[in-house]
C-alpha cells in the first residue's frame, strides 16, 4: 500500500500548503474540469462505449450535461457559498459577530460506480474542489476504460498533487480505506457500504454513502396510464437498467396490467425498434457476473416481453415480467438491470403498506392524477427523493439534495449540497474585550439578582420572528401609516379649505 | 423493567401509527418536557450537586436555561421548520412543483455523558421530538443521581409509546447498541465513538459524534489582560473544568505569561474566594476514578504549578491549578484534561503556536484572546475547529442559531436550534410533474439524434431561464 500512502501525504501535504483555499485557485480547477469535459467529449464516449455499450448520445445526456451543469453552478456561485454567514444573536451578544464560516475538511475520498463512471466520480470532485478540500479519486474497475481514461486525464489539466487519482480493484480500495482521510464519498452497494463505514470508524471520518435500494413505481389506474409507461419504459432502460434510481419494480391494480404490459411493449418498439439488439441506442450489461446475476433471478418466470438474451454481448432484451410473487428473488435484491416486475397491489393503501414494509428506497415513483392521492402517498411513505408522474427527474435539479434514508444511504449532494457536504461549518463567535461590566454578572461569587440578568441577556432570539409576530407586526404598521395617512388628509382638507376661504376672500378683496 | 428488545418494538409501533408527525403532537410534547424542566428545577438542581456539587448557579446557567431557551426555541419555529421547502428550477423544471419535504428517521438513540447530564441529553432530545421521531434516552450512569431523576420524570411528561429512557452502564450500552436504530446520536469520547460508529455502520445507521478534544486558548498581541484573565478564569474554572469546550491550554508569550499569572492569581480569589474549597461556586470531580486520573497527571507532570495544586480526595477536590513551563510533550498535553488544570505553554511566536495546535486533533473549540483583529483573524484562517471564538470562553454555544459540533477527531455533525431540527430529519427531495408537455419529454428519448440533444443542453441549463426572456 506504499503508492496509495504516498499519493495521500502528498495531497495532504498540498492541501496544508493552503494553495487550494483561496477562491481563484478553486476557480482555475473548476475551469480546467470544464475544459477536460467539453475538449475530451469524444475520448469520454468512446471509452463508455467499450466499457458498458453507452450510446453515443446517452453519454452526454445522462453525464457529461449534469457535470457541466455542476461546474457552470459552482464557477457562478462560489463567492457566495463561501462567504460567512451571519446568524442571529442573542442579547449577550449583540455588539459581537456571529456567522457560520464553511472551510475545507481536507482530503476527501472519492469513490466512484460504474454504472456512470463520469458523473459520480466528478460531480462529487466539483463539491471537493469547491469547498477547498484536496481529493483522491478512485474510481471503479469495473468500468475499466473510463478508469483509465480518467487516470490519464485529469493530471493533464487539475493540480497533480491535490487530485491524484487510484486506479485498481478490490485491494487497492481496500488499502486506500485503511488510510485517514478526512471525509469519504461513496457511492455504490449496500454490502460495500456498510464496508466502508466499518472501516471510516477506525479513524472516526465522516461518510457519505450513495446507496441503491429497489425503487417502487406505483401506476394509478385512473391515470394518463400510456404517458406514465412512456416515462418508466425510458427511465428503466436507460443504461439497460444499470442505473441506482430507475424505477426497479411496479405496483399497479390487476385491471391496468394488462395496458401497462401493452403501452409498455409499444414504447419500446418506438424506442429500440423491433429487435434492440441492433439499436445503437441501447445498451449491454456491464459484466459477466452482473450479467448472470440478472439472469439467475429471471429463472423460473416467463416474461410477457423480451427475455432473449445474448451471454456474448452481455446483452438481455428489455424484459417484462407479469404477476410476480412478492417473496420470488427478483423483489428480494435490486434488480439493477433490464428487468421490470409488475407486482399487482389491491389499490392505492396496499401499495402504501407494500412500499413501508420494505427497507426505504434511494427513490419513489408516483403516476396518479389525483392531487390528495398524491400527498397521502407523499406523506405516508419516506424514500430518498420522490418524482411524481415521472421517473428520475428530481435528480436534474440541483437545488435538491440528492442521496438516500436508511439503507439507500446517508447525506446528500448535488449543487450548493455538494459543497455543504464537504465542508465543514465553523460556528463563530467575534467578540471583544471591551464592555467587560456587562459580563461582570455572570462571575461567581453567585446572587439572586445577578444570576436573573445573566438569564435575561442569553434569551434568544433577540427579536421574535415567529410568523404570528410577523403577521401583527405588518397589520399594527398598515394601521399606523393608515391612520397617519388619515391624519395628513384631515390636515390637509382643513388647510385647503383654510386656503380657499383666503383665497376668495383674496380675490373678491 | 422492559427488555432493550421490547422497549424498541413499543415504540417502533409508536412511530409506525403516525402519532409523532403532526405538529400538534409534537409541540405538545416539547411544552411538557419544558413543564418537566421548569416544575422540577429544585431537584434538577439537587440531583446533579449530588453528582457533581454543581453550584446552583452553573445548574440553572449551563443546565436549566439552555434547555428552556432551547425549548422556547423549537416550540416557536417547529411550524416554520417543518414547511416543504421550495427551490428554484431550470427550464425543463419551470412548470413543475420542486421541494424538500423534512421527514423523521424512524426511532433515534440519544447517548448522554456525565457532565452537563441534563443538557447533553435534553438538547438532542428537543431536536428528535421537533423533528417527529421517537427516541430512546441513554443517561450516562457516572452521573447516577441525574440519571435517576431523568428516568422517573421522563416517563410521567411525555408519551410512553414513542420515548423511552433505558439505564446501564457500558455492557448494557454495549447491547442496546446491537439493535437498529434509524440515527445514533452520541456525546462522549472518542474510544467509546469508534465503538458506536462501528454498531452503527452493521446497519448503516447515520451517527452524530460530539466528541472532544483539546481546546487551545491563544493569547498574544496587545490584550487586556484583567478581562482576558476573567472570561478564561470563568470558561475554564466552570463545573470545575468538565466541559467538553473548556480551554483546554494556554498558549502565550513569557512577557503574557508574566502579566497573566497574577491576574488569574487576583481573579480566582476574586471568584472563589482565598479557600476555593469552602466556596459554594466551585463543582467538584465527578467520580473517584476521574479524581485520580486528574492526580496522576499532576504528579507526572514536568510543569511548574504556580497556583493551586492542592486536592482532597474525600471531597473529590481539586483546587483551581495553573502550571507553567509546559513543553509540547508533557503527559499533560496528551489527552484532554477536563479538569480544573491550566497549562500555560510558553511560545514566542503566534506562527509557531499555530504550527504547535495544528499538529494536534481539530479541537472543538478555539479560543483566541486579543485586542487585535489581525491576531484574531491569522488564527481563524490558519487553524481549524468545531467552533471558534475570540475573546471569551463557552459562550458561543449558547446560541440556537450557531451550529454546535466538532471537526476531524473532535465530532460528526451538529445541533442546537434548527440544527438539532435538521439532524434528526431526512431531507426528501420531492418533484411533482404534470401530464403535459410530453413532447417536451421526447428531447430524451431514443431513437436518439442530433438535434434532440442541442434541446436538451439548452433546456436543462441552469442558465437557460435567462435565455429566455
Given at each position: 500500500d506504499w503508492m496509495e500512502r504516498q499519493l495521500l501525504q502528498q495531497a495532504k501535504e498540498a492541501f496544508v500548503s493552503g494553495r487550494a483555499r483561496p477562491l481563484e485557485f478553486r476557480l482555475q480547477q473548476l475551469h480546467a474540469l470544464q475544459r477536460m469535459i467539453m475538449e475530451k467529449e469524444t475520448e469520454i464516449s468512446t471509452a463508455l462505449k467499450q466499457d458498458i455499450s453507452r450510446s453515443q448520445y446517452d453519454t452526454p445526456l445522462l453525464e457529461l450535461i449534469s457535470i457541466e451543469n455542476e461546474i457552470k453552478l459552482a464557477i457562478e456561485k462560489l463567492a457566495q457559498w463561501a462567504a460567512p454567514r451571519p446568524v442571529e444573536k442573542s442579547l449577550f451578544t449583540i455588539s459581537d459577530e456571529v456567522y457560520i464560516q464553511p472551510e475545507p475538511l481536507g482530503v476527501v475520498l472519492i469513490i466512484g460506480a460504474w454504472n456512470y463512471p463520469w458523473a459520480l466520480t466528478l460531480i462529487p470532485l466539483v463539491g471537493a474542489i469547491a469547498a477547498g478540500n484536496a481529493a483522491v479519486v478512485k474510481p471503479s474497475e469495473l468500468s475499466k476504460c473510463s478508469s483509465l481514461l480518467l487516470h490519464a486525464l485529469l493530471p493533464c489539466y487539475l493540480d497533480k498533487d491535490l487530485y491524484p487519482v487510484v486506479t485498481g480493484g478490490v485491494s487497492e480500495t481496500q488499502q486506500l480505506l485503511r488510510l485517514r482521510f478526512d471525509h469519504i464519498f461513496?457511492?455504490?452497494?449496500?454490502?460495500?457500504?456498510?464496508l466502508v463505514m466499518e472501516a471510516a470508524a477506525r479513524h472516526l471520518t465522516p461518510v457519505t454513502l450513495e446507496l441503491g435500494g429497489k425503487s417502487p413505481c406505483y401506476i394509478d389506474k385512473d391515470c394518463d396510464v400510456r404517458t406514465a409507461c412512456r416515462r418508466v419504459t425510458w427511465g428503466k432502460f436507460v443504461n439497460c437498467g444499470q442505473t441506482c434510481i430507475a424505477p426497479d419494480y411496479i405496483l399497479c391494480e390487476p385491471c391496468i396490467q394488462g395496458q401497462v404490459v401493452e403501452f409498455i411493449r409499444e414504447t419500446l418498439l418506438e424506442f429500440y425498434g423491433a429487435d434492440p439488439k441492433c439499436s445503437p441506442d441501447y445498451g449491454r450489461i456491464i459484466n459477466q457476473e452482473h450479467f448472470n446475476r440478472i439472469m439467475s433471478l429471471m429463472e423460473g418466470y416467463t416474461p410477457v416481453v423480451g427475455g432473449q438474451s445474448d451471454s456474448s454481448q452481455w446483452y438481455i432484451a428489455p424484459t417484462v415480467l407479469k404477476d410476480v410473487p412478492p417473496h420470488s428473488r427478483l423483489m428480494q435484491e435490486e434488480i439493477f438491470g433490464p428487468l421490470l416486475p409488475i407486482v399487482t397491489v389491491s389499490d392505492m393503501e396496499d401499495a402504501i403498506n407494500f412500499i413501508n414494509e420494505r427497507e426505504k428506497p434511494l427513490a419513489l415513483y408516483i403516476f396518479c392524477s389525483d392531487q390528495k392521492a398524491i400527498k397521502r402517498m407523499i406523506e405516508e411513505t419516506t424514500s430518498g427523493g420522490v418524482t411524481v408522474n415521472?421517473?428520475?427527474?428530481?435528480?436534474?435539479?440541483?437545488?435538491?439534495?440528492?442521496?438516500?434514508?436508511?439503507?439507500s444511504g446517508m447525506g446528500h449532494y448535488h449543487g450548493k449540497h455538494t459543497f455543504d457536504q464537504l465542508s465543514h461549518q465553523r460556528a463563530c463567535l467575534i467578540r471583544s474585550l471591551k464592555m467587560e461590566r456587562v459580563n461582570l454578572a455572570r462571575y461567581p461569587p453567585q446572587d439572586r439578582r445577578r444570576a436573573r440578568r445573566v438569564r435575561m441577556a442569553l434569551r434568544s432570539p433577540l427579536i421574535d420572528t415567529s410568523k404570528r409576530t410577523l403577521i401583527w407586526a405588518v397589520v399594527a404598521t398598515i394601521l399606523g401609516i393608515g391612520l397617519f395617512i388619515t391624519l395628513l388628509v384631515i390636515l390637509l382638507i382643513a388647510a385647503g379649505l383654510n386656503c380657499t376661504c383666503w383665497y376668495w376672500r383674496g380675490f373678491y378683496n | 423493567m422492559d427488555s432493550h428488545s421490547q422497549v424498541l418494538e413499543r415504540l417502533r409501533t409508536g412511530f409506525r401509527s403516525g402519532i409523532t408527525l403532526p405538529l400538534e403532537f409534537r409541540r405538545t410534547q416539547l411544552t411538557k418536557l419544558l413543564a418537566l424542566v421548569k416544575d422540577n428545577e429544585e431537584q434538577i438542581v439537587k440531583a446533579l450537586h449530588q453528582d457533581l456539587a454543581k453550584p446552583k448557579f452553573e445548574s440553572i446557567l449551563s443546565e436549566v436555561e439552555?434547555?428552556?431557551?432551547?425549548?422556547?426555541?423549537?416550540?416557536?419555529?417547529?411550524?416554520?421548520?417543518?414547511q416543504p421547502e421550495y427551490v428554484p428550477k431550470n427550464l425543463a423544471t419551470k412548470l413543475d412543483d420542486c421541494f424538500v419535504r423534512r421527514e423523521p428517521l424512524g426511532v433515534v438513540l440519544i447517548i448522554g455523558p456525565w457532565n452537563y447530564p441534563l443538557q447533553l441529553l435534553i438538547l438532542p432530545l428537543v431536536g428528535a421530538i421537533a423533528a417527529g421521531n421517537c427516541a430512546v434516552i441513554k443517561p450516562s450512569e457516572v452521573s447516577s443521581a441525574t440519571d435517576c431523576l431523568v428516568a422517573e420524570l421522563i416517563p410521567?411528561?411525555?408519551?410512553?409509546d414513542c420515548y423511552a429512557v433505558v439505564r446501564g452502564g457500558a455492557e448494557e450500552t454495549k447491547a442496546l447498541l446491537q439493535n437498529r436504530f434509524d440515527h445514533i446520536f452520541y456525546t462522549g469520547s472518542q474510544a467509546v465513538a469508534r465503538s458506536v460508529v462501528q454498531a452503527a455502520s452493521v446497519h448503516l445507521t447515520p451517527v452524530t459524534l460530539e466528541l472532544g478534544g483539546k481546546c487551545p486558548c491563544l493569547i498574544y498581541g496587545r490584550i487586556n489582560i484583567q478581562a482576558a484573565a476573567h472570561r478564561l478564569v470563568w470558561a475554564k474554572y466552570f463545573n470545575a473544568g468538565q466541559s467538553c469546550v473548556a480551554p483546554d491550554y494556554v498558549l502565550c508569550t513569557k512577557a503574557t505569561r508574566d502579566a497573566l499569572v497574577p491576574a488569574l492569581t487576583n481573579v480566582l480569589e476574586e471568584f472563589y474566594g482565598k479557600?476555593?474549597?469552602?466556596?459554594?461556586?466551585?463543582?467538584?470531580?465527578?467520580s473517584a476514578r476521574h479524581f485520580t486520573r486528574l492526580m496522576?497527571?499532576?504528579?507526572?507532570?514536568?510543569?511548574?504549578?504556580?497556583?493551586?495544586?492542592?486536592?482532597?480526595?474525600?471531597d473529590k477536590y481539586i483546587a483551581p491549578t495553573v502550571l507553567v513551563d509546559v513543553e509540547e510533550d508533557d503527559v499533560l498535553m496528551g489527552e484532554e484534561i477536563f479538569g480544573p488544570i491550566l497549562p500555560i505553554l510558553t511560545v514566542e511566536e503566534l506562527?509557531?503556536?499555530?504550527?504547535?495546535?495544528?499538529?494536534?486533533?481539530?479541537?472543538?473549540?478555539?479560543?483566541v484572546f486579543s485586542d487585535e483583529s489581525s491576531v484574531v483573524k491569522m488564527t481563524m484562517e490558519n487553524t481549524s475547529s468545531g467552533g471558534f471564538c475570540s475573546n471569551d470562553g463557552i459562550v458561543h454555544m449558547t446560541l440556537p442559531g450557531l451550529p454546535f459540533g466538532g471537526v476531524g477527531a473532535s465530532g460528526w455533525g451538529s445541533y442546537h436550534g434548527r440544527w438539532g431540527f435538521e439532524t434528526f430529519s431526512h431531507r426528501r427531495a420531492c418533484m411533482l410533474r404534470g401530464w403535459a408537455l410530453e413532447r417536451l419529454n421526447g428531447l430524451r428519448y431514443p431513437p436518439y439524434s442530433d438535434d434532440k440533444l442541442k434541446w436538451l443542453r439548452w433546456t436543462t441549463s441552469a442558465h437557460s431561464t435567462c435565455s429566455l426572456m
Open positions: 461513496y457511492t455504490g452497494g449496500s454490502t460495500a457500504g456498510k415521472d421517473v428520475m427527474m428530481h435528480y436534474t435539479v440541483s437545488s435538491l439534495p440528492f442521496g438516500g434514508v436508511g439503507q | 439552555i434547555v428552556t431557551n432551547d425549548l422556547h426555541h423549537a416550540i416557536s419555529n417547529v411550524a416554520t421548520w417543518i410521567k411528561y411525555l408519551s410512553q479557600e476555593p474549597q469552602k466556596s459554594p461556586d466551585l463543582s467538584r470531580i465527578v496522576k497527571l499532576l504528579e507526572k507532570t514536568k510543569g511548574k504549578v504556580v497556583i493551586g495544586g492542592q486536592s482532597d480526595e474525600d506562527e509557531k503556536s499555530i504550527e504547535l495546535v495544528n499538529r494536534k486533533e481539530k479541537p472543538l473549540a478555539l479560543y
